[in-house]
């Protein structure tokens, strides 16, 4: 089989054999497809899209490319259950949700991924903390999710390698808002993880690969649906994404904001209401909980008693992290050298928080190409939320760079991203729907 053959077909809208898609995805597994042929298939799909047929064996193909875990052996004593966002900026949801899972009674092994285009990556951020293994072995991986609970950790070589290269690719060439590809990126490493239930959080707005709600909501109903192909109990959240998610974006100021959430110290208020309604969700999937109030009252309790910073900072010391990193995360957490405020006149009425998450990659802190090194010090914090009034004494936000000029720069670009107003906007709901399989 000749692979031009298969991005042809795709090219004038055919739809793919059984044999196009593993031919495609052997050779993504095992590098014998270049680079270019792949980003030459990714953008047809992108063009044309997939049926459903098709996004299900890509699906299929890419979680059995490499090891598959089977967690019936370790006679776990909750269910196993995982949540994944479709990528938003500022989302470190993630850090504060595994942790509050396993201490209401999940399991929670989350493999997670990079940076994709404009957000940032639970794994860049996990790479923040001094020591921690993002991607140990397997035994390391069962026996910490085994032992405390929950483990956060990137895509090994042998998981899913197949998603883990077209990722990469994706992530540089433009073909990242495909709802086919998503879903099959998304599931293939959530069923090699040997999950029993999964919680979507779908999101939508200028700082979302899905814009609209309607393409948040053929983003969930695909994912629920292929997901239910694969015997995966799958719900999904669709929330906004029209501004940033919580008060920072940048990889170790986002493990600093979500340390003190779990010490109870400092909850933004979106990011709370996300965080909570996920975690709910997934103790209604676990069926731990059958009503989702009290499992949110459940998962507030965990944060309040400390019983989920303990088990955060477990998990970090099990991966090899530093064991008082809750207590002294400042003394851990790598700090850019410049830091600034940037200052304007009225407001928040709106954000482009695409123009946020690309101001990041600016500063040094995502990639424009794939295996680019990140600077983790850098980003924003202190994020004025729309509706806020910002002047000379209350800032837009705090610059974090590693020059003065990359500085200068960040600050034209944020001042730019957002618009400022003499009157307060309409407040939002954060969560919009919540979907069942």
């Known amino acids: ?60 193909a890419m979680a059995a490319s490499g090891t598959v875990l089977d967690w019936s052996k370790e ?42 285009g404009h957000t940032g990556g ?28 929950c483990a956060i950790i990137g895509q090994t070589a042998d998981l899913a390698p197949a998603d883990r290269r077209f990722y990469s690719i994706r992530d540089v060439t433009g073909t990242v808002e495909s709802v086919p590809l998503i879903t099959a ?6 069923i090699a993880a040997g999950l029993q239930g999964l ?48 008060t920072t974006v940048g990889n170790a100021l986002e493990i600093e904001e979500s340390i003190l959430y779990l010490r109870n110290e400092r909850r933004d208020v979106r990011l709370d209401e996300v965080t909570l309604s996920l975690c709910a969700e997934m103790l209604v999937v676990g069926g731990i909980e059958r009503d989702r109030n009290k499992a949110r009252v459940r998962c507030e309790q965990a944060v309040t008693s400390g019983r989920a910073a303990v088990i955060f900072g477990r998990m970090v010391t099990a991966l090899g992290g530093p064991a008082d990193l809750v207590e002294n995360y400042e003394q851990h957490l790598v700090k850019a050298p410049v830091v600034r405020s940037v200052h304007a006149d009225g407001i928040v009425a709106r954000v ?48 974090h760079a590693a020059s003065e000029s990359d500085a200068m720069q960040a600050e034209k670009n944020l001042l730019a991203a957002y618009t400022l107003s003499e009157e307060a906007p309409a407040r939002r709901p954060v969560i919009c729907e919540i979907l069942a399989g």
């Open 122 to 149: 639970t794994t860049d951020k996990a790479e923040c903390i001094p020591g921690y293994d993002a991607t140990p072995d397997f035994d390391r991986f069962r026996k910490t999710v085994k032992e405390v609970g």
């Open 1 to 60: 089989m000749l692979f031009t053959d298969v991005i042809r077909k795709k090219r004038d809208g055919g739809d793919l054999s059984d044999d196009d898609i593993q031919f495609f995805v052997d050779g993504l597994a095992d590098n014998s497809l270049p680079a270019e042929q792949v980003s030459s298939l990714a953008m047809a799909i992108f063009l044309n899209s997939m049926n459903f047929e098709e996004a299900g064996k890509l699906t299929l």
């Open 352 to 399: 482009n928080a695409r123009a946020v998450g690309n101001a990041l990659i600016e500063l040094g802190g995502g990639r424009r190409k794939v295996g680019e090194r990140l600077d983790l010090s850098v980003g924003f914090s202190d994020i004025a939320p729309i509706g806020t009034r910002v002047d000379s004494a209350t800032p837009l936000a705090m610059i």
């Open 185 to 190: 990126s998304i599931l293939s490493k959530k």
């Open 75 to 116: 006679a776990l004593d909750g269910p196993v259950i995982d949540k994944h966002s479709t990528g938003g900026v500022g989302d470190k949801v993630s850090f504060m949700l595994a942790p509050i899972a396993a201490a209401c009674g999940c399991y929670v092994p989350m493999i997670s991924g990079r940076g994709l």
């Open 199 to 246: 919680v979507m959080d779908v999101k939508f707005g200028s700082g979302a690969f899905m814009e609209t709600l309607e393409r948040a909501q053929e983003l969930a109903q695909s994912v629920i649906a292929t997901a239910a192909k694969a015997g995966l109990k799958t719900h999904a959240l669709i929330t906004d994404m029209n501004e940033v998610l919580g």
